[in-house]
């Protein structure tokens, strides 16, 4: 007798066995190989099922009348604010049907949004924005969106300056290499444990808390630039408690001491780099009058002048490494501190050498570093978009707002399409998205808004047609996430909760309703999707040196390792060693110190500057970080979520001084506001802040107090930052989501305590039995 296969899943944070009992989740429990699993998944054993789980498709009331009557629904009432009424799978998908090809054919293709960001889950078959996406491609295309909300000035600029993200994300030089040549870590951002628990598509070995001690016992010392202490710990780091925004004005100030006192390595910037000239000369301030010394950075930072001077010759004395977190860039002219990062690494020389140069995301992902081949694994073809239209991943509000109007990008200008129908899958907007009043607004102008998921998120309970999606638990799929060891066949670890159905069979039948379901399916069964998507990528894995085994060993084995490549992976190597023949993606072939394309396109001179922070009102500035207890918002409902909460609600990092000056102890309830809206939030009281700034995760369910006492605007009685964030591009250029430029004031809650609505089923949807 041959034992039974082994059982596992793969999630972002992790690869787990599932222990099942009937229909039930028991535990779920860590891969045994696991340095440093992550606690997320224990959110999943009561979670999955929970009282807020999806169990039947349901319709807002007065959309479902309009639609039984084939017509465009007037907003009667508000989205978001009307009970549901479930329905039969047969209708919903009708009602869906119906509604599609009525926009498309009045409207056209172009009147339909598909963009559905969102993270979904690790399974790359069942990834339900690639299935929605192919099904919209079968239906003749669809207003997509581009860029991300994790990357978007970093993703639009770093191919003008170096090369696209996705590149050398791929090539960044491994923990192991620092380790072994690296002197000095400069940590802007810091690398904050919490954030490494994840990759997009898996994260099968938690590295980081492991590669932070080898690189500490090699002796790499840790300089800590950012508001937050906690945001690396446990390497007696250097904590520059900086401003948050002010990273470019220290980061001119660095390279202003290496310029006057010659410590700048002029043979690489020479051979390797375009317009330094220009820069140097706007460092030394013979453009704007302005030279950008420590004394100049101080007054923006907060960072003492000796510090800078002293903390520039350290770098230039010894093997450096300049990391910058995702976060900095996205933010109000979030493009500097990511070129400017770039530029200092150029100044010194060390681009291409192992354990110097940059890092752009270290600590922001698990697999960043791990020295892996970029193999991304199994992805489902998706077909070619026959509409021209996109946005801007972030502009979502200001086109449902402003159909016909133009807008900047990348060089280019733009017009907004005009929305009719949304279709989202696998993603969150209301809690992803800046300024959740307006998107509220926005939300209200398309005819038909269809939200698929497995939760009652509160983008779900903002739409018209909710269709139930089962977990990655309830079905089988292939877990792969770029540079990480394993390859994951992940099998049904228990039956579908309520009538939930696969991502892949709800658009499946709606395929073959709308007459295209065998060129959605290609007559495979999901079984054979996944040998078929599996063998696809066996022949790319070739192209790279790994020889995977056939589909059915791989899947009996439940996981296939992917070995590290022979020659250990150092970023921009081959370019060092050899820049002519191997030349950079850039006009150039060069780093662009000034770039002309970015002259032309945004002006301004074309290399990094700093940009004044624009006056406000507000006497604190709100960083909304990633939260330590989940993934964005899923599993909110989740044990390790909720035992997080303080009185249910969101808790918010407060320095002592600034709860002190307004009366706030630890555990209150407090308010936090601006013209945008409010939200309130459970204060945490620590040293580990600096003064003038506030910290709080993203992703708690909005919950929005619509009857609160005096509310004239938003008001989320759960905690979730987005009601208070500006809903700005970044720049004309990037058009990049700018959460963390929010400016806010905070005050104790002394109201009525409301009870949480968003943690219990909408109106209307009959209670767990
Ligand atoms: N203020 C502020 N806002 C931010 C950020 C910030 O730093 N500050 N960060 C931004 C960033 S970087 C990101 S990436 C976004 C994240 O925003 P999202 O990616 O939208 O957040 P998630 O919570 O991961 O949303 C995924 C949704 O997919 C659902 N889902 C999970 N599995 C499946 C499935 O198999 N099928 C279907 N149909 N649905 C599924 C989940 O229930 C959940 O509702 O947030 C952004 N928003
Ligand atoms: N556990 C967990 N991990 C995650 C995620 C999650 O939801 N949960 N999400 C993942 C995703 S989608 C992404 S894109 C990455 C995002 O990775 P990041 O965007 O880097 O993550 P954040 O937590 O927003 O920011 C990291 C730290 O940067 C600091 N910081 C913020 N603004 C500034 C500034 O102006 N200057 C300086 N010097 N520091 C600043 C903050 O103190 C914060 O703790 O994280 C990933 N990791
Ligand atoms: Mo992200």
Redesign the pocket.
């Known amino acids: 007798m041959t034992a039974a296969p082994p059982r596992y899943t793969s999630t972002h944070?992790g690869v787990y066995r599932p222990v099942v009992d009937g229909a039930r989740l028991r535990a779920l429990e860590p891969a045994p190989w696991d340095p440093d699993p992550?606690p997320?998944a224990q959110s999943l054993v009561q979670g999955v099922d929970a009282a807020v789980r999806v169990r039947r498709p349901a319709a807002r009331a007065s959309w479902l009348e309009a639609a039984r009557r084939g017509e465009a629904a007037a907003a009667t009432r508000r989205r978001g604010d009307e009970p549901f009424v479930e329905i039969e799978w047969d209708e919903a998908l009708d009602l869906a049907a119906t509604e599609l090809q009525r926009v498309r054919r009045t409207h056209g293709n172009a009147a339909i949004y598909g963009g559905s960001y969102g993270?979904s889950s690790a399974g790359r078959f069942h990834h339900a924005q690639s299935q929605l996406h192919r099904f919209l491609n079968g239906l003749g295309g669809y207003t997509a969106s581009v860029d991300?909300?994790?990357?978007g000035a970093g993703r639009v600029l770093m191919p003008h300056v170096v090369a696209d993200m996705d590149t050398l994300l791929a090539q960044h030089t491994s923990w192991d290499e620092i380790a072994r040549h690296g002197s000095l870590f400069v940590a802007?951002?810091?690398l904050?444990l919490?954030?490494?628990?994840?990759?997009?598509g898996g994260a099968g070995e938690h590295q980081l808390r492991g590669a932070l001690q080898r690189l500490r016992a090699a002796g790499v010392r840790f300089i800590n630039?950012?508001?937050?202490r906690?945001?690396l710990e446990g390497v007696d780091a250097q904590w520059l408690p900086?401003?948050?925004?002010?990273?470019a004005a220290l980061m001119l100030a660095l390279a202003q001491v290496w310029l006057t006192e010659g410590l700048h390595d002029r043979a690489f910037l020479d051979s390797h780099c375009m317009g330094f000239e220009a820069f140097a000369r706007h460092l030394c301030g013979e453009d704007d009058g302005v030279p950008k010394t420590p004394a100049w950075a101080e007054a923006r930072t907060d960072v003492p002048a000796n510090t800078i001077v002293a903390l520039a010759r350290r770098m230039a004395a010894q093997r450096t490494l300049i990391n910058c977190?995702?976060?900095?860039q996205?933010?109000r002219h979030g493009e500097q501190?990511f070129w400017l990062t770039v530029v200092l690494a150029a100044m010194l020389g060390q681009v291409g050498l192992p354990g110097g140069g940059f890092g752009l995301?270290y600590?922001?992902?698990?697999n960043t570093g791990s020295g892996r081949a970029p193999f991304s694994g199994p992805r489902l073809p998706q077909g070619s978009n026959a509409v021209q239209a996109f946005i801007p991943v972030a502009r979502l509000a200001d086109m449902l707002l402003h159909p016909g109007e133009r807008f900047h990008y990348n060089g280019r200008s733009l017009r907004y399409p005009d929305i009719r129908l949304v279709y989202w899958a696998g993603g969150n907007p209301f809690h992803h998205h800046q300024q959740l009043g307006r998107l509220r607004r926005a939300w209200q102008r398309p005819e038909t808004i269809v939200v698929q998921d497995p939760f009652w998120t509160s983008t779900a309970r903002h739409a018209d047609l909710v269709l139930p999606a089962t977990t990655a638990l309830e079905r089988e799929d292939i877990g792969s996430a770029a540079s990480d060891r394993w390859m994951v066949a992940m099998r049904a670890a228990m039956p579908p909760v309520g009538q939930a159905r696969d991502d892949h069979a709800i658009f499946a039948a709606l395929a073959a309703r709308l007459g295209f379901e065998a060129k959605f399916t290609e007559g495979r069964t999901p079984r054979q999707w996944l040998e078929h998507l599996y063998d696809a990528s066996r022949e790319r894995a070739q192209a790279h040196g790994l020889a995977l085994p056939p589909f059915e060993q791989f899947w009996s084995d439940g996981l296939v390792e992917l070995p590290r490549p022979a020659r250990p992976v150092v970023l921009l190597s081959d370019f060092r060693a050899d820049p002519v023949n191997c030349p950079l993606p850039t006009p150039s072939g060069r780093i662009e110190i000034t770039s002309a394309t970015i002259a032309n396109y945004a002006g301004g001179g074309g290399h990094p500057r700093w940009h004044e922070p624009e006056a406000s009102p507000w006497p604190l500035q709100l960083?909304?970080?990633?939260?330590?207890?989940?993934?964005?918002s899923?599993y909110d409902h989740g044990a390790v979520s909720q035992a997080s909460k303080i009185q249910g609600r969101e808790p918010l990092t407060i320095s002592p001084r600034d709860a002190a000056a307004r009366g706030i102890t630890d555990g209150d309830l407090v308010r936090v506001w601006n013209e945008h809206g409010a939200f309130l939030a459970g204060a945490r009281v620590s040293g580990d802040?600096r003064p003038g700034?506030l910290?709080i995760?993203?992703?708690a369910w909005f919950d929005p107090w619509d009857d609160a006492p005096g509310a004239d605007s938003v008001l989320c009685r759960h905690g979730n930052p987005n009601t208070v964030t500006p809903d700005v591009g970044s720049s004309a250029l990037s058009q990049g989501c700018s959460a963390?430029t929010a400016r806010v004031d905070v005050e104790r809650w002394t109201g009525p305590v409301p009870r949480l609505r968003v943690m219990e089923p909408p109106l209307g949807v009959a209670a767990v039995p």
């Open positions: 944070w992550s997320l993270w991300t909300y994790s990357l802007f951002g810091g904050p919490r954030n490494a628990q994840v990759s997009p630039v950012s508001p937050l906690s945001d900086m401003r948050p925004g002010g990273d977190a995702y976060a900095l996205r933010a501190p995301g600590g922001c992902m698990n960083l909304s970080c990633q939260p330590a207890t989940r993934l964005h899923q802040i700034v910290q995760a993203t992703g963390q």
